[in-house]
């Protein structure tokens, strides 16, 4: 078995300076070490991006990454967007456009698209299906998470 | 799918890698943006000793634009290539493949070494480095080599790497301006493997005849090929439908692709020649 290592990770905000195993992945991290539950696990192989959090603000698939590579790193997950009662205006969207059923793609499609929305203006609904294109939904067939998106691209668009 | 146990290591020279890796005689493996690796230990197909960690070597995330051709550093990840301005003109055939690697989360780690390491038949990135006589350096123990793409890919996952070496740079030469080009691929879903690709591009003589012709194929063999017989019936001519048909019946009867899980080797037969007839067309434009 191979020794722990220390690592500092911030995450949502708070800084944690912690032990670990180098090969926890970070998804297992966030999950078990920290109990931050929000973070789905679908294939575990890179597949199904329902694990996807921002590492410096830019997505990734959690699954697809070791804990330690996290080491100075600032991680956002989806318990960082809002909470019960006061969802930002994305998860809103979602709630309001009907953009999931069972919800375990939801945390990666939401850390996902908030990456889309900081970085593009996403001018057409085939602009954020490509964006999106690596988070897989086995209930909603994808338009409505399409619409969720699109209209927080347009009200965005209104008030500047 | 928990990952096998192993050692990590994050050095912050090339000198101190390779040293790792020497020391560990195969039994260490460097970790770029691990989108090709993590999930190979999780199926076991990988079971390292030791990750050594290339994070820290800024040196390797260099993109410089020059008289004699793109050179692009082994850290340099897919996001990189799409966001770097000057690639779109200086290497416009390398953007358009890199426009079908992977979704977006992939293209935020993901790097053009770990790639071109990774040596996947049905990988963008090999097969426009074969299709364009890219050199690729390396550096090991005996220090550093200079391969040719056409050398280098040896079979599925399989590349002319040693277990001490690390890819330090690609090199596409220079890409002339009235340089024609047509890049084409199908895939299942968007983001996903090539079923099969094509990559094309010729330099138009006065005349406005095909010269230099250089066609690539992708995902219908064990490793990217340049298609020599396609390149035959083209060179010289114009690129009318009686040529292009001929070019797609030439590459359809150059490969042998097998059967696999994902399509039969007819299909796949078929496919290429559709790719290559679509990419001259959107190149001859
Ligand atoms: C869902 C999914 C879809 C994908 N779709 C595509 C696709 O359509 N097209 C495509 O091309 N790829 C695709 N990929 C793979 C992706 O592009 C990988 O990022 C890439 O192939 C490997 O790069 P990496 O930096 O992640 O390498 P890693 O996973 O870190 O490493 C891969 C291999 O290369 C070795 N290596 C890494 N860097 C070096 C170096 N500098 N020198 C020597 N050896 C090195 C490693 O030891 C390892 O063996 C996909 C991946 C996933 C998970
Ligand atoms: S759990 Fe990470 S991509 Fe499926
Ligand atoms: S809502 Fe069930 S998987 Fe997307």
């Known amino acids: ?160 | 799918m928990k990952l096998p146990p192993f050692e990590y290591a994050c050095p912050a020279t090339i000198a101190e890698a390779v040293a790792l890796l020497a020391a560990h005689n195969g039994e260490a493996k460097l970790l770029a943006g691990g989108q090709s690796l993590l999930p190979m230990l999780a199926f076991r197909v990988a079971a390292p000793s030791l990750l050594v960690d290339l994070g820290k070597l800024s040196e390797l995330r260099q993109i410089r634009v020059a008289d004699e051709g793109v050179t692009i550093g082994a850290m340099v990840r897919w996001r990189d290539v799409l966001a770097h301005a000057q690639l779109h003109a200086a290497h416009p055939l390398l953007v358009a493949a890199v426009q079908h690697v992977a979704h977006h989360q992939i293209r935020n780690r993901g790097t053009i070494g770990g790639s071109l390491a990774h040596a996947d038949p049905a990988a963008e990135l090999p097969g426009v480095a074969v299709t364009c006589d890219a050199d690729i350096t390396v550096v090991g123990r005996a220090g550093e080599r200079v391969i040719a793409a056409r050398d280098f890919f040896r079979g599925p996952l399989m590349t002319a790497l040693k277990a001490d070496e690390i890819i330090t740079e690609v090199h596409l030469p220079a890409w002339p301006a009235r340089r024609r080009f047509g890049f084409c691929e199908f895939a299942r879903r968007r983001g996903d493997f090539a079923l099969a690709a094509a990559a094309v591009f010729y330099d138009p003589d006065g005349a406005g005849h095909v010269h230099n012709a250089h066609i690539g194929a992708i995902g219908v063999a064990d490793a990217p090929l340049r298609l020599a017989q396609v390149e035959l019936v083209i060179n010289g001519r114009a690129l009318d439908d009686a040529t292009i048909a001929r070019a797609e019946a030439a590459a359809s009867a150059a490969v042998d692709p097998a059967d696999d899980i994902h399509a039969s080797g007819a299909y796949r037969k078929h496919l290429i020649g559709v790719m290559v007839e679509r990419a001259l067309r959107s190149a001859a434009g």
């Open chain 1, 1 to 160: 078995m191979s020794g722990t290592r220390d690592i500092t990770v911030t995450v949502n905000g708070a800084t944690y300076p912690v032990s670990v195993e180098p090969r926890l992945l970070l998804v297992d991290f966030l999950r078990h070490t920290l109990g931050l539950t929000g973070t789905h696990v679908g294939c575990e192989h890179g597949v199904c991006g329902a694990c996807t959090v921002l590492v410096d603000g830019d997505s990734a698939r959690a699954c697809l990454m070791l804990a330690i590579q996290a080491d100075g790193r600032s991680i956002d997950t989806v318990e960082g967007l809002g909470r019960i009662g006061q969802m930002n205006a994305l998860q809103e969207s979602f709630h309001t456009h009907h953009a999931l059923q069972c919800g375990f793609c939801t945390p990666g499609m939401l850390m996902t698209a908030t990456d889309l929305l900081q970085k593009y203006p996403l001018a057409t609904d085939d602009d954020i299906r490509r964006g999106l294109s690596g988070n897989l939904c086995r209930c909603t067939g994808y338009e409505h998470i399409v619409r969720a998106v699109r209209a927080v691209v347009d009200k965005r668009k209104a008030a500047p």
